[in-house]
Each structure stands twice: as structure tokens, then as C-alpha cells.
């Protein structure tokens, strides 16, 4: 008896748990999914997570009141769109336990009400009525209607309808349009009449650019900066434009750009609200990276000033009056030493194009190599649009390349470059195009890039460069994206049979094939020390790259706010010409990481394995595994930003 009570007190208050909502599921709907509908309704299942862990959930109680009203909202979803006659019920079933209950609507949809006749008609003169007609994007969007003779009558859709056309004359010059959709619907015999009243008003074109908030760039500059020229006819898509130039202006921290209060017209002034930044600022940051530059070397006290960098940066934002941007800038760590200076003029011939100029000296450490370089970086920019971007860079360095690498005695290594003095004259071309929202976890890039150096004969090495970067993004859930990237390039014509190291391909690192270490994926060569005992591989690079990347990354906010998990494999090669790739297979690395998001961005920790390395990789030379480690098949990453 004294056993036997607990137990039954056990299992009485397991049949008396509150019921709970344990999966939710909609029948008889045809023409909408379960996803939509589900969006429109307060009551939800609990997810695989909360499930498993069910015994400490609060909440999912059922709620007859919450699910009546659930039941209105879909009737009132089905009504706005057409469908007047919806018949919408519930019933609750057990699962396996009394509590845990499956919640199914039930919809009947009936039919719908359908559009008989669709009438546009424009309250405007011939000659404005012939300009509206005569627009392709005016006929596209008809076309493109959802009234249309036949369609389903969705009164939900009459403000998007409205809004649409409105834009549309708008932007043929018309700033003062209106549109009014006007129904007559028998419920009866299931029709619709829609008619679409349409006043254009006046067309105008644009007058003035008022400007009010300016105070040491002349307005003259910010009305030139607008892109709104006189003599041209109205449009909304010309007032963002102008909008997102202002904005986009070093010198402006704020710009608005509106129509004030004026009488309709055949013209129209616009007024131009902007804040400047200071003229002058000087902005400098540290922080901690360069992790995967250490060679395999351990990280100890005394060497871990290497992870340490700095930059700093003085600018001057409205360099003579007129709106241009000069900056000195520098940049310090164990592995890059840069100084250099900019001047940008914003505006050569309209808002889109730029043209800056950049010289510059720097010191920079490889894995297999070192060089200084100075030169200067001619560079001009268009931005096509929001999406498209275009640059033309002519570069001019004079470079020498040398090695620093030492083994245990102090000696220097020999590098497989000897020292090499030489300058590079290159002309440079690059695009960059997005579509979508790639960095929200949606979209796609495509980034293809060009460069042709010693045309004339006026550089030590002459050769032609090409190479294309792609890069896809897709939402699976609100928590997981799934990521992947193409890469590759290829020198493809060179008088010299070889070139310096520095213009070769590389792979591996960070943001690469990520089982090796920076540059270390592809051709390698033996050095030794004084001695002549091997003390390891250098990379040698080539003239030909491939790589790919694919990630999944999951949010995992629930247990740290801004945490993420990814999983990746990548693939890649480095073939020392376009004719030998079939002497080097892919190579795969494989792994995963942790994803912060701090302010400064993803914080990343990858730690990538080699599938299938090469004696080279583990770091065996003729047979002898001596200074090979089951740790060569590891590479560690430590960086801030996503890895593509």
C-alpha cells in the first residue's frame, strides 16, 4: 500500500496536465497552404525543441476562445480575398496522451467571386492620355493587374492597386496622380465590375532644388550631388535617386529629399534638408586577428604580439570646397605594414562616377614570401545602381620581393624566389552585381574581374589576369541560411615562363578552402636549413585556381543572444598552369565553427579538417613522417566577419 499510492498519484497527475496544443493542421483549403494560412492565425504547435523538453514548457494551453477567434481571422482572410461565402470550423483530437491535443480548421472555401469587366479610364487630355498609353512600363503593369477579367475579386488588393498606378503615372512626370478603384459586386451571381479612375494632374518637370541646412559645402554642390537636372520631367524613382546620392555622400550625415507646399504646376520645386558631419576627424581602432598567419607555429606569450593589429586614419571631408575627401591612413601589424593617402573627387561628369587617387607604400609578410611595394592607384568608380557597381583601376608599383623566413639557428631560408626587383603596371577592371538581399541571407553575387598588365612593355612582367567570384544565399527557416561560393581564375597568357610570387594564385585560409592554412592549399617545394635538413614546405603558387564553399549556418539566439552555429565543406586547387589541372586532384576540407554577432561583426571560429591531403599538407617529405603531427590534418581559424 505504501508503494503503491505515489504510483497512482503519479499517473493522476499525469492524466490531469492542462491540455496543450501539440500540432495545429488546416483541411479543405485548395487555394491556399498551410504556410500562409498559418501566418494569419494566434494559435501554433510547439517546435521539435520545446517538444522534447515539453515537461518544463509553459504556454500552448487551449484556448476554445483564442481558437474562435483564430477561426474569424481565417473567414475575414478568405473574404478580403473573394471568397464571400467561406464556411470555416474546428475540432480538437487526442494524440496519444489526453493532453496533447491536434488542432484542425476546417475550411470549406465555396466559390469565389470572379471579375466580369475592368474598365481604366483617364481623366486627362488626349495628349497626356496618349503619353500614359504609349508607356511600356504603363502597359506592362496592366498587363500585370490582379483585376483582370476572369481573376478572383480581392478587395484586399485595391490599396496596392491604387498605390501601384499612382507610382507608375508618377513616374512619367505626373507628381500630383491619383488613382481610385471603384467596384460593383453582385454576391449572387459571383461577378465583379472593377473600374479604375485615374487623374494624372499636370505634368511637370523639375524647377528649382531648394537646399536648407548647409554650411560649409556650397549648395550649388549638394543641388549637383541630387542629380536632378532642370528640363526633366518628374519622377519618383529620380527622388530616391537623389535621395540615396545624398546619403551616400562622405560629407552629409543626414538628407532629405521632399516636394514643399507649391500650387500644381507644369513645374515642380524640390526642397533638399541636409546635416553635414564635421569637416575634419580622425577615427584609429585595435584589435586582435591574423591567427591563421602563424605558419603551425604555437601560440606562446612571447609571439603573441602577432595577433595584434592596428589602424588609424585622419580625414579632411570638403578638400577644397568643393566636396572632395583626403585622408591619410595607416595600418600595423606583424605581417602588413601600410601608409598611404587618398583624395576622392565624388563627381566627374554625374552622381555615379568617382575617381580616386591613392599612393601608397606598404611592407607585407606571406606564408612564402615577403615583399615591399610602393606605387600609386588610380582608381575610377560608376555606380550603375543600388546593385551595380563597376571600377577601372590603373596601378603602378615598383616591388621587391624577399625572404624573412629563418630556421631554429637564425639563418634565412631560401625562398623558391630568389630576391626579386621588378614594378607592375596594370590596368584593372571589376564588377560588382547583386540581386536580392545577400547579406540578410537572400540572394545572389556575381563579382567578375580583369587585369592586363605591361600592354605597352612598360612593366618587367607582362601578363593577363581573369578571374569571377559568385556567391548564393537562400533562407531555408528564420533560423537557417544556407550559403555557397564558385572561384576562380586563371593567368592566361604571360611572356615570362614564370612570375613573381606575389601575382600568383593562392588558396586556403580563412575565407577559402579552410582544412589549410593561408596559402597553403596547392604546389609546395622543399626548403632546408644550413645544414641541408629539410625544415619544411613553402608554397609556391600558380597560375591557375578553383575553389568552392558551401555553409549552412543556424541561429542559435535561444541559448546566447547573437550565437551561430555553421558546418561547411570546401574544395579547391592550385595547378601551377591552365594545361597541368589534371595533375593535381580537388582537395576537401570539411568542419565547422561558432558565429558571434558583436558590434563590430561576426565574430568567427572555424576549425576545418584536410579529407584528403598530400604528403606536402602533413608535412612528410620522401617517406619522413618526423615533423609530421596528426595536427597538420587541422587548421584553426580566428577572424571577424563571415567567411564569404
Do not use: C
Not at 32 to 52: D, G
Amino acid at each position: 500500500m505504501l508503494v503503491s499510492a505515489p504510483a497512482f498519484s503519479l499517473f493522476a497527475q499525469e492524466d490531469e496536465k492542462p491540455a496543450r496544443i501539440w500540432n495545429v493542421k488546416i483541411e479543405g483549403n485548395t487555394t491556399y497552404n498551410n504556410i500562409v494560412l498559418k501566418k494569419y492565425i494566434a494559435n501554433e504547435a510547439p517546435s521539435f525543441w520545446k517538444k522534447i523538453t515539453f515537461f518544463n514548457e509553459k504556454g500552448f494551453y487551449v484556448s476554445e476562445s483564442e481558437i474562435r477567434k483564430d477561426v474569424i481571422r481565417l473567414e475575414r482572410f478568405y473574404q478580403r480575398r473573394g471568397f464571400n461565402e467561406v464556411d470555416v470550423n474546428y475540432r480538437l483530437e487526442s494524440k496519444n496522451k489526453e493532453w496533447k491535443k491536434e488542432l484542425i480548421f476546417m475550411i470549406v472555401e465555396n466559390a469565389p467571386i470572379r471579375i466580369d469587366s475592368v474598365q481604366v479610364i483617364l481623366q486627362t487630355s488626349s495628349r497626356d492620355s496618349s503619353v500614359i498609353y504609349g508607356s511600356e512600363k504603363f502597359n506592362r503593369e496592366l498587363n500585370r493587374l490582379p483585376y483582370r477579367k476572369g481573376k478572383i475579386f480581392q478587395p484586399v488588393s485595391k490599396p496596392m492597386v491604387e498605390a501601384d498606378f499612382t507610382g507608375i503615372l508618377r513616374n512619367l512626370g505626373y507628381p500630383y496622380a491619383e488613382t481610385e478603384v471603384q467596384t460593383k459586386v453582385d454576391t449572387t451571381a459571383k461577378k465583379a465590375s472593377v473600374a479604375m479612375l485615374t487623374y494624372p494632374g499636370p505634368r511637370a518637370k523639375f524647377d528649382s532644388v531648394f537646399v536648407e541646412g548647409e554650411e560649409t559645402l556650397q549648395a550649388k554642390y549638394i543641388r549637383r550631388e541630387t542629380g536632378i537636372g532642370e528640363d526633366e520631367f518628374f519622377s519618383d524613382d529620380a527622388m530616391r535617386e537623389a535621395q540615396r546620392e545624398l546619403f551616400g555622400h562622405h560629407l552629409l550625415r543626414f538628407a532629405l529629399i521632399s516636394i514643399p507646399d507649391q500650387d500644381q504646376d507644369s513645374t515642380i520645386n524640390v526642397l533638399a534638408r541636409v546635416k553635414e558631419r564635421s569637416l575634419r576627424s580622425f577615427s584609429a581602432t585595435f584589435g586582435i586577428g591574423n591567427y591563421d598567419r602563424f605558419e603551425g607555429d604555437p601560440l606562446t606569450l612571447s609571439n603573441s604580439y602577432k595577433l595584434f593589429r592596428a589602424q588609424a586614419s585622419w580625414s579632411h571631408r570638403n578638400a577644397r570646397g568643393k566636396g572632395e575627401l583626403f585622408s591619410v591612413n595607416g595600418k600595423l601589424s606583424a605581417f602588413d605594414l601600410r601608409l598611404g593617402a587618398s583624395y576622392l573627387f565624388p563627381y566627374v561628369y554625374n552622381t555615379k562616377s568617382s575617381i580616386t587617387i591613392s599612393p601608397f607604400v606598404q611592407r607585407r609578410i606571406e606564408r612564402a614570401y615577403s615583399i615591399d611595394t610602393g606605387g600609386i592607384r588610380n582608381s575610377f568608380g560608376y555606380n550603375y545602381s543600388e546593385s551595380i557597381t563597376g571600377t577601372f583601376n590603373y596601378d603602378f608599383t615598383l616591388n621587391r620581393e624577399f625572404d624573412v623566413k629563418e630556421s631554429e639557428d637564425g639563418t634565412s631560408e631560401i625562398s623558391p624566389d630568389s630576391i626579386l626587383n621588378y614594378n607592375i603596371s596594370s590596368f584593372k577592371f571589376s564588377v560588382y552585381a547583386r540581386k536580392g538581399q545577400p547579406r540578410r541571407g537572400s540572394g545572389f553575387t556575381v563579382q567578375p574581374f580583369l587585369e592586363l598588365s605591361g600592354l605597352f612593355n612598360e612593366a618587367t612582367f607582362s601578363f593577363q589576369k581573369a578571374a569571377l567570384d559568385v556567391r548564393g544565399y537562400k533562407k531555408v527557416n528564420s533560423g537557417l541560411v544556407a550559403a555557397a561560393r564558385l572561384n576562380g581564375g586563371s593567368i592566361y597568357y604571360a611572356k615570362q615562363d614564370s612570375l613573381p610570387a606575389d601575382i600568383r594564385f593562392y588558396n586556403g585560409g580563412s575565407s577559402e578552402v579552410r582544412g589549410w592554412g593561408r596559402q597553403e592549399l596547392g604546389p609546395k617545394e622543399a626548403v632546408f636549413d644550413s645544414l641541408g635538413s629539410f625544415s619544411g614546405y613553402l608554397p609556391t603558387g600558380g597560375k591557375a585556381t578553383f575553389s568552392f564553399n558551401f555553409e549552412l549556418r543556424q541561429d542559435i539566439d535561444k541559448l546566447i543572444k547573437g550565437l551561430s552555429l555553421a558546418g561547411f565543406i570546401d574544395g579547391g586547387q592550385v595547378w601551377r598552369t591552365i594545361r597541368t589541372t589534371s595533375n593535381r586532384p580537388i582537395q576537401f576540407g570539411v568542419g565547422g565553427g561558432l558565429r558571434y554577432e558583436s558590434p563590430i561583426g561576426p565574430i568567427r571560429i572555424d576549425l576545418g579538417y584536410k579529407v584528403n591531403p598530400t604528403d606536402e599538407d602533413l608535412n612528410i617529405y620522401r617517406g619522413d613522417k618526423s615533423m609530421s603531427s596528426a595536427w597538420d590534418r587541422w587548421q584553426l581559424h580566428f577572424s571577424i566577419g563571415q567567411a564569404f
